[in-house]
């Protein structure tokens, strides 16, 4: 049976024209979704301990022990940006629902404004708490809204998008982790195609779905049609902003503590659409 979805619609949404759009956590789930080999079709929330959250960030690249700091974005290290942390995809609360093609898990990181991690993670601790119940093993997958915005580079499927990134670092040794160029044919569906995607009929990915509510989702993994996508939103705009802003002037890059966007999911919902149809299709060239 395949996973019904809890969506980051509203993290990739945001990216054009927005002044908290999420530019750099975009670009690290787009190349650890389209640009490092893995089998994966979903993830898996899986209510990991602190020490496995850790476990899963040193993996990523994310926590080095080095000084200053024991994180590779931390303040202080050569290079480093003000205002910035360590994101890392797949998530350090969840696993992949299969292993990379390599027997190991693939996991990577960027570092990126805090204030874009804080909102990736409010909507991600929402999504657990509307879509999974806060209940685990719960499995789900990501899809990407607003798809082509300007600035999320590895997002764009096309010839070129996983060229090489010294901003992110993976599993194994930086940026040499076994992957391949990727080069990708796409075209709109006929009529006659689209006709074939009937309710219920999964998709394998990298596709785009459009939803009955006239969103366009980019989905690396598939998708099923008429399958419900989960989209975390603020009730109270500026109230959001303003806990966001607390909780990344904070900046802890190693507080794993399940509760910390309580205050900021309390003012959040989820709106559920539901995928409607294909838009087109992606295939890749060996």
């Not at 908290?20 to 956590?25: A, K, N, R, Y």
């Not at 999320?152 to 940026?175: L, R």
């Not at 939803?211 to 690396?220: K, N, R």
């Amino acid at each position: 049976m395949r996973a019904t979805t809890v969506s980051l619609l509203s993290l990739a949404a945001a990216a054009a024209g927005n002044p908290l759009g999420e530019l750099e956590v975009c670009s690290n789930m787009c190349w650890g979704a389209y640009c490092v080999p893995s089998s994966t079709t979903s993830l898996v929330y899986d209510k990991a301990s602190k020490s496995k959250k850790r476990e899963r960030r040193k993996a990523a690249g994310c926590i080095d022990n080095q000084k200053p700091g024991n994180n590779r974005c931390s303040q202080g290290r050569p290079g480093a940006i003000k205002g910035y942390n360590c994101d890392e995809y797949p998530f350090a609360s969840s696993k992949a629902n299969t292993q990379s093609t390599n027997g190991k898990e693939n996991r990577c990181s960027r570092c990126v404004p805090s204030s874009q991690n804080s909102k990736q993670g409010a909507t991600l601790s929402q999504g657990y708490r509307d879509f999974c119940k806060n209940n685990a093993p719960c499995t789900f997958q990501v899809f990407f809204g607003n798809p082509g915005a300007t600035g999320t580079d590895h997002c764009n499927v096309g010839p070129g998008q996983c060229n090489q990134d010294n901003a992110e670092q993976c599993t194994g040794s930086i940026n040499i982790i076994e992957r391949r160029q990727r080069e990708w044919v796409t075209s709109p569906l006929s009529l006659e195609r689209r006709a074939l995607y009937t309710n219920g009929t999964y998709v394998p990915g990298p596709v785009q779905f459009r939803t009955v509510g006239g969103q366009l989702l980019d989905a690396p993994y598939g998708g099923t049609i008429g399958q419900p996508v989960h989209r975390p939103r603020a009730v109270n705009q500026t109230l959001h902003e303003e806990l966001l802003a607390r909780h990344a002037e904070a900046n802890n890059e190693d507080n794993d503590d399940d509760g910390q966007f309580d205050e900021i999911t309390a003012n959040m919902v989820s709106d559920v659409d539901y995928i409607q149809e294909v838009t087109w299709e992606a295939r890749l060239k060996e």
